[in-house]
């Protein structure tokens, strides 16, 4: 008798204007996927899909909770297993075998993890100012109890990152061999790609590696390496071809400053063509980045929009009350913990790997209070129109910008307006209608 048991573990983001099942999107750590709109009783009955339970013994425990025959019960659950299995979130197993179905924020979701600080590139803006190694950079040994506790609460995605991940090698294949067999867990590499050898690509293969994330920051030589390097234009494009033809799953991730700004669409096209998906992103006052590498907010605007199409905008448009601080851990290359990548304050160090027990930081009240911050709870935000499509945006941004976790996320505030009224004046058809209804539904809640 077949159990049903979910194939990761998603979360439930719980919005005035709905609740939605996500899941991570690849392994981007910072992405969440809405994946279906639920209910209280379509939580409770994912809630019995731990990979324990048959079809039998759930629809008994529906029935014995609603009062309802089974036989009332059982179509609309079949339809419902049916399309979850579909969506690639449910399974039936042989042998029982326990999943947490649902999130509970004892724990983080995920985890970004750099493995070193050392580089063998020296990009002039970069956010952890890596380069040499420094002595307390965590080992093997230090990272033994973490793996642990990922395979045991199948914590997805594990980004590993640095620094440069793959100077590491014996870490990162150590870590692909632990994580790959379990079947819940995405583990990743966020790299430069210049150290990628044909050989090296069959090592990470071989291990477990089936997703990458790859820098390009120009659409040619001159404009990449003019920020990476010389000569890394071609290794790095030559690593993303020895990773795909294994058949490894490869973003490519532009970062954009002030050095690349002026070919941002060119960037776009080229980076969109060589990996499988991609992202842009803008740099971020952090480690080496200068005043003089940051954009301004026009600038903010049009990187924000090439993600979206630079047509017709098209793009995800679900309820979102608040960013991933406190679900999506850090651990940088000294063990040092906080409640995101982008928030490496010193004081939102929330622990060392080396001394704490993770589960016993989701106790403390720093945890909690990221946990709990969401839009509502920042009072300026509290009467914008597009509160439940911008969610507040960045609280690490926020914070640097405005000096407080409670304040609006200045420096997006206005790109994501003039976002939100082109996708009304010109996006993609869906997207708009999606929007439309989400603003109305935001508008109904101001008026209650
Ligand atoms: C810190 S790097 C580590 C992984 C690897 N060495 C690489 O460059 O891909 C991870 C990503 O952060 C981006 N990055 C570096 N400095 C940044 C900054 N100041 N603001 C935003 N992103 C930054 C890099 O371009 C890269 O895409
Ligand atoms: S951004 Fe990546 S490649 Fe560039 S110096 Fe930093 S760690 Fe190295
Ligand atoms: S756009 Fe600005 S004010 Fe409006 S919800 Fe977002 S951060 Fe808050």
Known sequence: MPYLKATKTPLVRRTPVGEYLCISYRFQFETFSPILEIDESTEKLFRLCDGTHTREDILQLLSKESGEPVEEIAEGFDEFVEYMIGEGVLEWVEEPSFIEPIYNRDRPFSITLDITSACNLHCPFCSVDAGAPRPDDLTIDDLVPLIEFVKKYRITPLSMTGGEPLLKKEMVLYILEELSPVKEITTGVFTNGTLITKDYAQQLYDAGLRFARVSVDGHCKEVHDATRGKGTFEKTIQGIKYLRELGVDVSVASTISRMNYEFLREIRDFVSQIGSSFSVGFVHPFGRAAEDHLLNNEEILRVTMINAGSERIQTNVSPRNRCCIGETLYIN???????????????????????????AIYKTSLVQEFLNLTVDTIEQCRDCDIRYFCGGSCRASAHEVGGSLYVPDSRRCEPLKALTQKILENGEENTRKLLHELLESTRKRGLL
């Open 333 to 359: 290359s000294r063990g040092d913990i906080f409640p995101c990548f982008l928030m490496q304050f010193p004081q939102f160090k929330v622990g060392n790997i080396r001394e704490n027990d993770l589960r």
